[in-house]
């Protein structure tokens, strides 16, 4: 019930402080403020309160104009079905009109879902929330009105591959638009109903043949180039290009320095294409070298898997397109920075008391049950959930996986003294950490250190698969981790010495941890001492080879860079390296591990 003149304030703070929207002009709240400001000073405005005042806020914004130049001069309108509603148009193409995008698939709000809509407007009298299904029918009509707009012509396009990559059908649309057309076939018969194979012969076929016409004359994309090269064959197998695509020799794209790179791949040397940038890159910023910029556990991570890997994602900055989030379950990495929030929040408030076993493991798991309540609902906050059912599923599992971490660490017959939880290092000055070779600063955060009688406990909360000790032997990538954390521990905790170092996993039964201890801890951090020196070299060197280990690959981003047998020029080349080279040491290290979770 709240009156206009109170209401679109709020609302204009509310998007000035949290809508992402193209930088102006035209600033379309600005000009609602401005159309608003006059009729919000007279007393009348009081009186449009709730709904009504949000009403009136949409009808008085669908109808602002932002002036751009004068009527009737040529113009292009690029927008949406929605956008184009009642206008009146010379030529309209419509594109995408493929299944599943005309209209969209139908999709839930997550904030709103069609359940709560529903129910809302059962209960709530003129309440007329639109639902998901209702958003289908509304685009469909919206896309008949645009096709409808157009005076001279319509053109309908529909690409078969869509940029996902994946095959999608004609959309209802096209259907639709042939049977309003009723094109005759060969035979001057027309169809009722176009078949998909007329469809396709006499509403495609046109449209295909003339863009291929076009891009005879003149090429309009990469592919149609490239077919253009590949039919202009001089009689010997010979293909001519344009004389621009060699020259300058070494501009981005030219065919000269992409030769270059071929050849690089086929000699046996470990070259520049390789990831070996040598003094050509000494000006790289990169962080482990100085204690001004450390290095943290999960970069050293995926340094040692894949250093190509990490050049491209973590010094290039080379991000793959990020994917839309499950709206059915909490995606990682955001489900194991969920998990580490819940464990943070409960040792910090019960950690000492747990250790001193003050309470029943059935009490300490109701506590963590609301622990992970109350850090769910915050959550909650930033990642969409469709429906009631996810979210309920997502705080079950939430609240399940605490629990098993909560129960390994009562029973893993370790009495401790609490130590702390989530304990820094390398802020704001990168730690020195002694590794083969030299030194290299580390920074990052230990999930758990306490201290039992025989020396500290080292813990790191995991979220993914189990990797056990009997199935997985002592790794780099595995390893690096826990690796590094205990090598740091006794510099935090005044040098006493690391007793056991364990990653925990969440799970039902059985052992949870892979542990380290006596004689298994010593081999693990000589063995850390090595990866990280080997780091620090590749570092040093800017050297940033490939993986030779083709699984790692499998689920990379960067493939479309490396190609498809990036791993295995590596492993020829790497295995041809001289003996001792920081190449061949890379090489030792390589296996065939599963690619751990970000947590
Ligand atoms: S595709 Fe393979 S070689 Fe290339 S960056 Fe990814 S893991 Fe490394």
């Not at 076009?214 to 009689?235: F, H, I, K, M």
């Not at 039992?452 to 979220?463: E, M, P, Q, Y």
Request: net charge neutral.
């Amino acid at each position: 019930g709240t009156p206009l003149p109170k209401l679109w304030p709020a609302i204009l703070a509310f998007y000035r402080d949290w809508c992402l929207i193209p930088p102006p002009p035209p600033d379309a709240a600005r000009s609602l403020d401005e159309a608003l400001r006059e009729v919000s000073a007279s007393s009348i405005a009081s009186k449009l309160r709730g709904r009504d005042a949000v009403e009136y806020l949409l009808a008085t914004l669908e109808a602002l104009r932002h002036p751009h130049g004068r009527h009737g001069e040529p113009r292009v309108f690029i927008g949406t079905g929605a956008d184009a509603a009642l206008l009146r148009f010379r030529a309209v193409r419509v594109m995408g009109a493929v299944e599943g995008v005309i209209p969209g698939a139908p999709r839930e709000d997550p904030i709103l879902p069609d359940a709560a809509r529903l129910w809302l407007n059962e209960r709530t009298p003129g309440c007329l929330l639109a639902t998901s299904a209702d958003r289908v029918l509304r685009e469909t009509h919206e896309v008949f009105l645009a096709a409808t707009a157009a005076g001279e012509r319509l053109a309908v396009s529909a690409a078969r591959q869509w940029v996902d990559g994946t095959e999608h059908e004609l959309a209802g649309a096209m259907l639709e638009t042939a049977v309003a057309l009723g094109r005759p076939g060969d035979g001057g018969e027309r169809e009722l109903v176009p078949s998909l194979g007329s469809l396709r012969r006499l509403y495609v076929g046109p449209g295909n043949a003339e863009r291929a016409r076009r891009d005879a004359e003149q090429p309009a994309t990469v592919r149609s180039a490239l077919r253009l090269v590949a039919r202009a064959d001089d009689g010997h197998g010979a293909h001519a290009v344009h004389p621009a695509w060699l020259v300058p020799a070494d501009a981005l794209l030219s065919l000269s320095r992409l030769r270059a790179i071929a050849a690089e791949r086929g000699s046996a040397e470990l070259l520049r294409s390789d990831g070996f940038l040598g003094p050509l890159a000494a000006g790289l910023a990169l962080p482990g070298l100085a204690a001004e910029r450390g290095i943290s556990a999960s970069a050293l991570g995926v340094l040692l898997a894949c250093p190509h890997r990490y050049l491209l994602d973590s010094v290039l900055s080379f991000k793959p397109r990020e994917e839309r989030l499950s709206l059915r379950e909490v995606e990682q990495p955001h489900y194991g920075s969920l998990v580490h929030r819940v464990v943070e929040r409960f040792f910090r408030a019960h950690g000492e008391a747990f250790c001193r076993r003050e309470r029943t493991l059935a009490e300490w798991r109701r506590i963590a049950d609301e622990a992970a309540d109350a850090c769910f609902l915050e959550f909650l906050r930033e990642y969409p959930l469709a429906g009631d059912g996810a979210v309920e599923a997502q705080r079950q599992r939430l609240r399940r996986e605490v629990g098993y971490l909560v129960r390994a660490e009562w029973d893993s017959g370790t009495r401790l003294t609490y130590g702390n939880v989530e304990v820094s290092f390398g802020y704001p000055a990168a730690v020195p950490l002694a590794v083969d070779g030299g030194t290299l600063h580390v920074q990052g955060f230990i999930d758990r250190l306490d201290r039992a009688t025989v020396g500290l406990v080292v813990r790191d909360f995991k979220t993914g698969k189990q990797k056990a000790r009997e199935e997985t032997d002592v790794d780099p990538v595995v390893d690096a981790q826990i690796g590094l954390y205990a090598l740091v521990a006794p510099g935090l905790m005044g040098g006493e010495k690391v007793a056991r170092a364990a990653y925990i996993y969440p799970v039902a039964a059985g052992d949870a941890e892979r542990a380290f201890e006596g004689a298994e801890l010593e081999d693990l951090l000589r063995r850390a001492r090595e990866w990280f020196g080997l780091a620090r070299e590749l570092l040093a060197a800017r050297s940033f080879p490939h993986t030779a280990d083709a699984k790692r690959c499998n689920y990379c981003a960067f493939q479309a860079v490396c190609g498809t047998d990036g791993a295995a020029v590596s492993q020829r080349k790497l295995a041809a390296a001289a003996p001792s080279s920081v190449a061949a040491r890379f090489a030792a290290i390589q296996r065939a591990t599963e690619a751990d979770d970000a947590d």
